[in-house]
């Protein structure tokens, strides 16, 4: 209160009649707009300097710089996140936070990621002055009366947020969203269980539960306790005998991960359910299965892309209790979006996210390429029994994945569990929306995690590495997926979306030591008619789709190699190094 000097103080309840009054106050201040198409849904337009990520600004506070990310070989600053030290800190604490809530309600979250009371379940207490991450976090987390029950003396992760605009202001706000911009800046102090935000209002950067606490933080924690928190969906696959396993996949923002989470099975009698889209906590149990939970208890989902063909569930989840964040706006009081696929009713127009007149003929998108929906977990149709299960569901196999145009196959399975660490410490995508990058370009993104974790990546592997080495626990199997590879003339190979529920079943059956396998120079790949094409609309040429070019993984390992070499330099696991110099010989050998 002294450091940020609010005009008062609030303390969230998460009540239904706390969340009225606050979505009534953001409307009366122009933040939000009621959608009176839908029930009990809004509509949020944020400053276009306030839209993503800022992963520039995103730093982690450590004594020594290398508990957070291993020295760039010749210097240069790291891909694997951003070092502050513990003195530039206090500076730019003190430039910041001083008075920056004056004029303003300071709101007390107190809140629980995952199921309250859960022994996998940590909680936070969030200070923010944004009535909108107020809102949100009412969605994306367990809040209110009942965590404060469960915390009693407990510890808990401290978090202070501040959109950076103290009143009266000095300059008029854009679409009547405070930030501040030039100052934004999210700090994390591990040591201390704390985490700081200033000058952005933007989910992922203000809604401190979600990647800074359930993935930064929680990596850190995780690695202290013997526990993962992974950028990961989780979803229950039941086949048609009823049997059911558990699945976690990790993939980069915009590779498809809700929609993998949310699937309709495109083949009959089997079956989807999701736990969660985004993040998984796992822990080993007594018995040595790794238990997971979803820490959230919301999807903040990215809306470009979504409709009845990508993700039937999710749209089926998204029309009530859901704010929307920086899509388009119909006339007669609905949402629009690229690649919602639906045709707009004769008369209906189009209000951009940049609140102007739009039409197609524009030349700019309608929705920001980031634009999101918030909105509560348990709408889902398909929302797994389990997902709120206290102890977590057993996790029998790991999937990591990207989006690879070229070169990479459809699936395969890894030879081992430290040749599976080795696959997710090599993943790399095509840049996304969700961060500030703004051309296709094939980044590394180790794990689905690079700009989420929450300590040294040399550490990490380490710590991945470890789990073998844990008394009777049984390793769920590692696979990797591509569904977006493409053919010369750059169409698509593999139909995707619920066609998908293919290579599942493929998984599937691995598991249970029933689909045949043939070792490639990548790892196991379905063996002759072991995946199962029947029924397909259209014609699929598998050895297209599978084919590994010797050129292409050549190439592949030089890019491996000076990325391990730059990037995580002497921190590299030895390991890593020996299952870089076998995938190397089996290249070699093609």
């Known amino acids: 209160m002294s450091l940020c000097q609010p005009d008062t103080l609030h303390i969230c309840d998460g009540s239904e009649e706390e969340n009225n009054a606050i979505l009534d106050h953001l409307q009366e201040q122009g933040v939000i707009k009621k959608l009176i198409k839908y029930e009990n849904c809004w509509l949020a337009r944020t400053d276009p300097r306030d839209v993503a990520r800022v992963e520039s600004r995103t730093v982690i506070v450590t004594q020594e710089q290398c508990d957070t990310v291993p020295s760039p070989r010749g210097g240069g600053i790291s891909q694997l996140g951003r070092w502050m030290s513990q003195e530039e800190w206090d500076k730019a604490m003190n430039e910041r936070f001083p008075g920056c809530m004056k004029g303003r309600t300071m709101y007390v979250i107190p809140f629980s990621m995952g199921p309250v009371g859960s022994p996998l379940s940590k909680i936070g207490v969030e200070l923010t002055d944004s009535p909108y991450v107020v809102v949100s976090m009412r969605v994306m987390t367990r809040m209110g009366k009942a965590v404060l029950n469960a915390l009693g003396n407990g510890d808990f992760v401290r978090c202070l947020h501040s959109v950076g605009c103290p009143l009266p202001l000095k300059k008029p706000l854009v679409s009547n969203w405070p930030c501040n911009p030039d100052l934004t800046l999210i700090a994390h102090i591990p040591d201390q269980r704390k985490i700081v935000s200033f000058g ?79 993040i998984a906590w796992m822990k080993f149990d007594k018995e040595g299965n790794l238990r997971a939970i979803n820490p959230e208890n919301g999807f903040f989902g990215v809306a470009p892309g979504t409709s009845f063909k990508s993700n039937p569930n999710a749209m089926k989840t998204i029309f009530r209790n859901t704010i929307f964040t920086n899509v388009a706006e119909t006339s007669d009081g609905g949402v629009f979006w690229e690649g919602m696929d639906e045709q707009l009713p004769e008369g209906v127009t189009i ?26 977990a348990p709408q889902c149709p398909i929302i797994d029994p389990q997902w709120e299960s206290p102890e977590g569901v057993p996790i029998e196999a790991i999937i990591f994945g990207g989006r690879r145009p070229e070169g990479v196959p459809l699936v395969y399975e890894s030879f081992s569990w430290a040749h599976g660490v080795f696959v997710g410490a090599t993943m790399r995508s095509e840049a996304t929306a969700a961060a500030e990058h703004k051309n296709k370009v094939i980044m590394h993104d180790p794990f689905a995690m690079r700009p989420f974790f929450g300590y040294n990546f040399g550490h990490y592997l380490t710590h991945w590495l470890s789990m073998e080495q844990r008394p ?19 169409r698509f190979l593999w139909p995707g979306y619920g066609e998908n529920i293919r290579v599942l079943e493929w998984i599937f059956h691995r598991l249970n030591g029933e689909a045949g396998a043939m070792p490639s120079a990548v790892g196991y790949v379905p063996g002759g008619g072991s995946l199962n094409l029947s029924g397909l609309k259209e014609s699929i040429n598998l050895d297209e789709l599978f084919n590994i070019s010797r050129d292409f993984w050549e190439k592949e390992v030089q890019d491996i190699r000076l990325y391990f070499d730059h990037e995580v330099n002497n921190d590299l696991p030895i390991e890593m190094e020996r299952q870089f110099e076998m995938l190397s010989q089996r290249i070699r050998q093609l």
């Open 200 to 278: 952005s209002g933007y989910g992922g950067n203000s809604l401190l539960g979600k990647k800074c606490f359930a993935l930064r933080i929680a990596s850190r924690i995780a690695k202290e306790e013997g526990w993962l928190a992974e950028h990961m969906l989780i979803l229950g696959v039941t086949n048609p005998a009823g049997q059911k396993k558990y699945i976690a996949a990790a993939f980069p923002s915009a590779c498809g991960k809700t929609n993998l989470a949310m699937m309709c099975p495109a083949l009959s009698g089997w079956k989807v359910e999701c736990v969660g889209d985004d």
């Open 351 to 376: 209000t951009s996210w940049k609140n102007k007149p739009w039409t197609p003929e524009e030349g700019e998108p309608s929705a920001h390429p980031n634009s999101r929906f918030c909105t509560p």
């Open 472 to 490: 009777n626990s049984k390793l769920p199997k590692i696979f990797y997926v591509n569904w977006f590879r493409k053919s010369p003339s750059g």
